[in-house]
């Protein structure tokens, strides 16, 4: 079993930063990939990035050049620095990892690959 807290949410101006982390505990080794998505009210869950044990990295295309996702394998903490933050990022959260299996990486941002989730962290961006 895998653990996930979040933390690092909550309120900015458009255009601030915000770095989100995810602290994992229990047995991590079996997780291939791990990753970030987030989810609107009355919206899909959409994987936002997601980066692999070996350090491959994956975004969808509405963050890239302004999130950037990381991992302290010492201290099995997953990071996300958001940065030029738009109301459109406002969204509650999650960290996620995957279980056993080594997906390729065109899957990394599908929620159907994870097996462990966190309780997410709320980001809520003002214009």
């Known amino acids: 079993q895998v653990q996930l807290v979040e933390s690092g949410g909550g309120s900015v101006q458009s255009g601030g930063s915000l770095r989100l982390s995810c602290a994992a505990s229990g047995y991590t080794g079996s997780s291939y990939w791990m990753g970030w998505f987030r989810q609107s009210p009355g919206k899909e869950r959409e994987g936002v990035a997601a980066?692999?044990?070996?350090?491959?990295?994956t975004y969808i295309d509405s963050v890239k050049g302004r999130f950037t996702i990381s991992q302290d394998n010492s201290k099995n903490t997953l990071y996300l620095q958001m940065n030029s933050l738009k109301p459109e990022d406002t969204a509650m959260y999650y960290c996620?990892?995957?279980?056993?299996?080594?997906?390729?990486?065109?899957?990394?941002?599908?929620?159907?690959?994870?097996?462990?989730w966190g309780q997410g962290t709320q980001v809520t961006v003002s214009s």
């Open positions: 980066i692999h044990r070996a350090g491959t990295t």
């Open positions: 996620a990892a995957t279980a056993g299996t080594n997906y390729y990486y065109t899957m990394a941002l599908s929620t159907n690959i994870y097996t462990y």
